[in-house]
C-alpha cells in the first residue's frame, strides 16, 4: 500500500516533489536559463490569471476552436499548478480549480466527439488520444494543486472531471487502452497519472498492469513491448519522440510515489536506451530522420524531449550529450533536473552537438526483426549520415520500404525520406490528419529509395502482410572512419523476388566522403525493377542525354504511388556509366550508376494526380532495368563547393572517372572504380558471411581476402587499420 | 601634383596608409573579431607560403580552372600584401612579387580570352570586367609590397603585368571604359588604384576624368551618373553591392593620395547615401530584394558590403545600424575601420537589425524617373516589407516589371521575385553565366507579380524600348504604422494600355497587417490582362472550386514566358470575392480578389520548356479578366500561426469576410471590406492627387476626405493621427 495518511503533505508527487519545488524556487534566480524557463512561463498564465477560462462542448476536429482550447487549457491549468508552487500564489490554484470545475459539470455530459472518424473516438476531442494527453496534464495539474482544495472541492473534481473520462478509456474504449501501441502509453500514463493525484490506487494498478491486472497489458508490459533491447521504437523516430514523454513523465511519479518499482532501471535502463536511441536518431539541426508517418519539422525541442531530457539528467545522472540537446532546446522544465541543466549549462562552453556516432540498432522486442544503421562521417557540422532500414513494418505507421536508404549532409536531406503527408493541426487540410495521399504515395515503395518491383509496392500495400515479416542484417562493420559497411536482405517484401543490399561509406584522402550502393535482385521470373533516389536538389548536369518532357507532361504510372509522379525526362542508355550531378546548399552531389547491358533512366516530380495540393513538389532519379536477377551498383559522391557569396564554385566535377563489375554472381561481386585517378577496388561476399578466407581470379591475378568483404584504395588494403 | 618625392616613405597609400596598419597592428590582441578576421587570412595565405603559385594560360569560362585560378591569385596577392605590413615578415612580400613577376611574363602575351564570348572580352578572364577586378586587387597588393621591391623589380612589374592590362581596357575596349555602367566603374577604380600604386598620375587622370580626360567619363562621372540623388542604383540593390566596391575602394585610395578632392563629400555625400541605400533594400535576413537580375544567395556578408562598411565607418563616422551590419557580417577589413568596429563590438550589446524603415527612394540621374518603395510594417524579426517598384528599365540588367512588388515577411519570402536565372560560377550551367532562360522567363513579365497584357511582356520585351520610358510616382504617404500608401502609373508599358497601381500597408488593432492592392488598366480596345502573385508557400484552401490538371499538364501559353508555366489548375468565376490560403514558414497569407464580372484563375509551375533543368520549379496563382478598363482589386492578409512543433495552428482562416468595389470609375474607386467583422473602407481618387477636397455619395450617405486618400476602419479615419 503506497498511499501514507497525511495525503494533504505528501502532494504533489507527479511533477515535481515538494522539497524538488523549493529547491527549485530557491535557484530560479540563479541561472538565467531556468529565469527565462520560468518567465516564459509566468508570463503565459499571468495573462489568463483572474480571467474567465472557457471550457466549450466539444465541436471542432484538430485545428478548430474547441480542440485548441481544450489543448491550451490542459497546458495552462499544468504551468498554473507549478507556478502555485513556485510562487505560494493562491491565485494560481485558484485559476486550476476554477477550470477543472467547469471539466466536473462538462465531462459527466459528453458522449462520442461529432468529429470522431477514428476507430478510438475521443469525448473532449476527436481522437482519445488527445483525451489521454488531457488525463496526463489535467492530471498534473491537479496533484499540484490538491493540497489548496477542500475536501468537497476534491470530491466534485475526482468524480466529475476525471472519472467519466477514466471510465471511457478504460472501460468503453478496454481494448484500446490494454493495446501495446503508442496511444495506449498515453492512456495509462493519463490513467495513472490520475490515480496517483487522486490517490487512487485503483487506477495506478490498472495503469501499471492493464485492466486485467495481469501484466499483459498496461505500462509495464508497454516498456517491455515497444522498444527493442536498444532502446529502439519499432514505429520510428516520429513517434519515439511522441511516446518518450508519456514514458518519462509518467515513470517520473511512479519514482516518487511507488519507488519501490524502480521504474528507471526497468529492463536494463530501456527508458535510458530509449532516449538515446531516439536522440541518435536526429539531423545535426536536431531533426527527427523522418522514416515511416513523420512531420519533417519535429525536432529535440519539442516539449516532449525537453521533459525526457530533463527527468533522465536526474534519474540517469549528468551527461554532457544531454547537455548539448538542453542548450539547443533553449529551455528547461521548472523541477529538479531543470533547475541542475540550468546550473550546468551557465557560463559553460558547452559542445553544440550530440555526441552523434555509427550505431546499429535492433528491432523487435527480442532485437530478433532486422533493424536500422546510422552510418556515420565527419563530425560537427560536417557530419554525414547514411541511413539504411532494414526493420520490421512499424505498426500502423510504417511505410513500405524495406532496405531503404537516406542520406544527411552538413545538416541538409540529401536522399530523402518524404515522411508523412499530412498537415498537422490544420484544419483545412482535412482537420489536421493524415491525409489520403499518405497511404497512397508517402507509405508506397515508390516515394522511397529502395527497389519497386513490377510497380508494386512490397507486401502490395498490405500492412497485414508486411507486419509479418522483417528484414534482416547479413553483415556490418562500423566505426572505422575508411571503410563502414551494413548488408541487409528482404526475402518477402514479393513473393518471388529477393532483395539485397550493401552500402558502403568510405572516407578516403583528404577527407573525401563516397559511398558505394550494391542492390542485387534476385528472382526466377523476368520483372521490371525501379531503383529511385530521392534527391534534394538542383540538376546541375548528367553525363547521358534526355529527352525533356518539355510540352506534356503524363504520370510515370498509375497505381501504388506511380500515378503522383509527373515524368520530367527519360533517357535510355547501355553499357555505360550514368553521372548525374545535383547542387544541394553549396555542396554538389553525384550519383553514378553502372549500367551492365541496358536501362531507362527517369526524372520525375510529385504532384500528378494531387487535386487539391497535398503533396510537397519534390524532385526523384529513377533507374529502371528489366530482368531477373539484377544488380544496381551506384557511386555516391560528396564532392566540391559552390559559394554564391564569393561566386566560385570548386570541385564542380565528379572523381569518379569509371565504374565496373569485375564479377557479379551468387557469391561474389566484384567492383572496380576509378576515383580521382586512383583504382578503388571493392570485393564482397553475397552468400557467406562469415569469416572465411576467400580468393578468386581478378583480371589474371589472385585477389585474397577474409571475412564478407574487402576494399582497396590504390591498391592498399583499408578499413582494416585501428 | 600630387606625387610626393619620398615614394619608399609613401606607400601602402591604398588600401590603408603605413600609420593606419601600425594602429590595426597594435590593435588585433585586443578585439577578439579583428583578431579573427586577421587569422582567417593568415590561414590561408600562410598554407601558400613558399609554394610555387599556378598562373596558368588563360583558357577555362567562368567556375574553370584557370578562372578560379587567376580569380584566388588576386585575392592572394592582396591578402599576402595586408600580412607584410601587418607583420613585417618579408616572405609575404615575396609571396606577392613572385606571382606579380610571373604576370609580368603572362601579361604581355596575351590577346582576347578564347572563351570570350561577350562584347567586352577580357584577356585573363572571359569577360574585362573580371580583368578590371583583377587590377583593383593585384594593384592593391602591389601597393602593398612596392617598398620591398627593387626599383628594377618595379620596373619589370609595371610595365609587363600591368601596363599591358591599362592599355587594354583603356585603349582597345575604349567605350567601354568610358560607359557610365558599374564595369566601367570597376574599370575605372582599376587603372586609378594601380595608377595610385604604380605613382602614375596619367592613369589616375584617366580613371577620374575618362579616357579623354574631359570629365564626361571617369570615375567622377560615374558617381554622378549611375546613383540618383537619393543614392538609389539604377540596376538596382544587387549590382549596387557589387559596384559599391570600387567606388569605396578607390574613393578610400583617393582619400589618402588626392585628400583635396574630397571625394566622399562629392555630391553631398553620395556614396554614404548609396550604401544607405543599398542597405535598406535588403531583407531581414541580410539578403538583397532580388529584383532586376539578382542572384537571391547574395547578401550584405559579401566582402564588398564589409569593405564599403568598414570605410563608411571611417570617413562618415560612428554609426549604430552600420555596427548592427557588422555584428552579422562576422568580419571586419584589416584596415582603420575595420579595428575600430571590432572595438565597438567587443563587449556590448549590438542590435541583430538594421534599422530598417518605411523609404522611397527615386531612381534616376536626376530623380525624376520613377523610383522604388519600400513599405514597412512591424520590427525586427516580425518587419513586413512591400516592395513597390516604378522605376526605370535598370540598362542591361533591367526586367519588364513596371510596378511590380513583392512582400518578404519574418525573414521569408512571400510574393516573390525569380530573380536571375544562372548559376553563378557553375561551369556546367552556361559557363556560370547568364542562361539563356534569364531573357526567356525571368525577365518577362509574367515572373513578376504586376500585369500582363495579352501574354505579352511590357515594352515588348524590348531593352532599347524599355530604357526609353519610366513609371510616374502619383502620390505616397509612408510612415504612419495605420495607413501606408504608395500610388504609381506607367503609361509606356504597352501602346495602349495604361497601368495604375496603388498598394496600402495597413496596420490594425491587434498588430493585424494587412495589404490592398488595387491595380486599374485603362485601354480603348479589348485585351486579356493577367494579374500573377508569385507566391512562395503550401495550397492551403481556396473559397473556389478548380479543376486541377491531373494526367496531362501543359504550358500555359507559348512565349513571352508563358512557355515555362506548367498549367497545374484553373477555375472559372463570376461575381464573387476568391480567397486563396497558403502557408510559408509558421505563417498563413491569404489573397482576397474580387471579381466584378468574371475573371479565370489559374494555378502554375515553372518548368515546361526548360529541358535542362535550368528553373527553379516555383508556383504562381493567376489571375486573368478580359476586357479595356479593368480593376484587379485584393486584399492580402498576414493571418495566424502553424507551430508544428507544439502542434497547434490558430487564426489559420482569413478575417476578410467580404469585399466590394462601392465606386470605381476614372475619378475615384471606393472600396468596402470586411475585416473581422468590422467595416473597412478605403476611398481613393484616381486622378486628383493634390490635397483636394472630395465628397462622394457612398449608399445614401456623403462621404468626404481630403487628399488623394482615405481610410476608415470600424467607421474611424485612421492614418491620419500622428
Known amino acids: 500500500m503506497f498511499l501514507l495518511t497525511d495525503v494533504q503533505a505528501q502532494h504533489p508527487l ?39 477560462i472557457d471550457v466549450p462542448v466539444p465541436k471542432d476536429p484538430a485545428g478548430g476552436y474547441t480542440h485548441d482550447r ?12 507549478i507556478l502555485y508552487n513556485l510562487t505560494g500564489d493562491l491565485r494560481y490554484a485558484v485559476l486550476v480549480k476554477r477550470i477543472l470545475l467547469k471539466y466536473a459539470l462538462l465531462n459527466p455530459t459528453l458522449k462520442k466527439h461529432p468529429q470522431a472518424t477514428s476507430s478510438s473516438p475521443g469525448h473532449i476531442f ?3 488520444l488527445n483525451d489521454a494527453n488531457w488525463l496526463v496534464y489535467t492530471g498534473m495539474a491537479y496533484d499540484l494543486v490538491q493540497n489548496s482544495l477542500s475536501p468537497a472541492e476534491r470530491k466534485t473534481i475526482e468524480d466529475g472531471a476525471f472519472k467519466p473520462e477514466v471510465d471511457f478509456i478504460t472501460k468503453d474504449l478496454n481494448s484500446w487502452f490494454n493495446l501495446i501501441h503508442n496511444h495506449g502509453v498515453w492512456a495509462c500514463a493519463g490513467v495513472g497519472i490520475v490515480g496517483i493525484a487522486t490517490d487512487n490506487k485503483e487506477y495506478v494498478d490498472i495503469a501499471l498492469y492493464g485492466t486485467a491486472k495481469d501484466g499483459k497489458s498496461g505500462f509495464v508490459a508497454q516498456l517491455d513491448g515497444l522498444f527493442s533491447p536498444d532502446g529502439y521504437y519499432t514505429e520510428g523516430p516520429y513517434y519515439a519522440r511522441y511516446a518518450i514523454l508519456p514514458y518519462y513523465i509518467f515513470a517520473n511519479a511512479l519514482q516518487h510515489a511507488r519507488p519501490s518499482l524502480k521504474i528507471f532501471e526497468h529492463r536494463g535502463r530501456i527508458l535510458l536506451k530509449a532516449l538515446q536511441a531516439a536522440l541518435q536518431q536526429t539531423n545535426t539541426d536536431g531533426s527527427f530522420f523522418p522514416f ?23 534519474q540517469y545522472g549528468a551527461d554532457p550529450g544531454l547537455l548539448a540537446i538542453a542548450k539547443n532546446q533553449k529551455q528547461v522544465m521548472l523541477n529538479g533536473g531543470g533547475a541542475s541543466i540550468a546550473a550546468a549549462l551557465t557560463g559553460k562552453n558547452v559542445p553544440s552537438y550530440y555526441p552523434y556516432k555509427s550505431v546499429e540498432y535492433a528491432d523487435g522486442v527480442k532485437g530478433d526483426e532486422g533493424g536500422i544503421a546510422l552510418i556515420r562521417s565527419g563530425k560537427e557540422k560536417k557530419l554525414t549520415t547514411l541511413l539504411f532500414k532494414y526493420t520490421a513494418h512499424g505498426l500502423s505507421h510504417g511505410h513500405f520500404d524495406k532496405l531503404n536508404i537516406s542520406l544527411y549532409d552538413q545538416g541538409n536531406e540529401i536522399l530523402s525520406d518524404y515522411g508523412s503527408a499530412r498537415f498537422v493541426g490544420v484544419e483545412q487540410k482535412y482537420g489536421g490528419r493524415y491525409l489520403p495521399e499518405n497511404d497512397k504515395y508517402a507509405a508506397q515503395t515508390i516515394a522511397h529509395n529502395t527497389v519497386v518491383a513490377d510497380e508494386t509496392s512490397h507486401f502490395n500495400g498490405s500492412e497485414k502482410q508486411a507486419e509479418k515479416f522483417h528484414a534482416n542484417k547479413q553483415f556490418s562493420h562500423l566505426g572505422n ?6 548488408s541487409a536482405d528482404a526475402d518477402n517484401a514479393y513473393r518471388d523476388v529477393r532483395l539485397q543490399r550493401t552500402v558502403y561509406m568510405l572516407g578516403l584522402p583528404g577527407e573525401k566522403k563516397l559511398m558505394l550502393d550494391v542492390f542485387h535482385t534476385y528472382s526466377n521470373k523476368v520483372h521490371q525493377y525501379d531503383l529511385p533516389f530521392q534527391y534534394k536538389g538542383q540538376l546541375i548536369s548528367t553525363s547521358f542525354r534526355y529527352r525533356a518532357d518539355q510540352n506534356n507532361l503524363q504520370p510515370l504510372g498509375s497505381r501504388n504511388g506511380y500515378e ?13 556509366v550514368a553521372q548525374f550531378t545535383f547542387l544541394n546548399g553549396q555542396t554538389y552531389y553525384t550519383i553514378s550508376t553502372l549500367v551492365s547491358d541496358s536501362a531507362t533512366l527517369f526524372f520525375t516530380r510529385t504532384g500528378a494526380n494531387d487535386p487539391e495540393f497535398n503533396l510537397r513538389r519534390e524532385p526523384a532519379f529513377i533507374v529502371r532495368q528489366n530482368g531477373q536477377n539484377k544488380t544496381f551498383m551506384s557511386l555516391l559522391e560528396i564532392h566540391g563547393k559552390m559559394d554564391p557569396v564569393i561566386e566560385i564554385s570548386s570541385q564542380s566535377y565528379p572523381s569518379v572517372t569509371r565504374l565496373k563489375l569485375i564479377r557479379d554472381d551468387a557469391d561474389f561481386t566484384v567492383v572496380q572504380a576509378a576515383y580521382g585517378g586512383k583504382e578503388l577496388l571493392i570485393a564482397q561476399s553475397n552468400k557467406d558471411f562469415k569469416d572465411t578466407e576467400h580468393t578468386i581470379s581478378n583480371q589474371g591475378t589472385d585477389l585474397t581476402w577474409k571475412g564478407p568483404y574487402a576494399v582497396w584504395y590504390d591498391h592498399k588494403r583499408i578499413g582494416v587499420e585501428k
Do not use: C
Not at 481 to 486: E, S
Not at 564 to 576: F, H, N, P, R, V
Open 14 to 52: 507527479t511533477f515535481f516533489t515538494k522539497a524538488e519545488a523549493a529547491n527549485v524556487k530557491k535557484e530560479l534566480d540563479r541561472y538565467p536559463l531556468l529565469l527565462k524557463s520560468y518567465k516564459d512561463i509566468k508570463i503565459q498564465v499571468d495573462k489568463q490569471l483572474g480571467t474567465d
Open 70 to 81: 481544450h489543448k491550451s487549457n490542459y497546458m495552462l491549468m499544468f504551468n498554473s499548478g
Open 126 to 128: 476527436w481522437q482519445a
Open 292 to 314: 515511416n508517418d513523420a512531420i519533417k519539422e519535429k525536432d529535440y525541442s519539442t516539449s516532449e524531449m525537453i521533459t525526457a531530457v530533463n527527468i533522465a539528467w536526474t
Open 481 to 486: 572512419p575508411a571503410v563502414q559497411v551494413v
Open 564 to 576: 503522383y509522379l509527373w515524368k520530367e525526362a527519360q533517357a535510355s542508355i547501355a553499357d555505360t
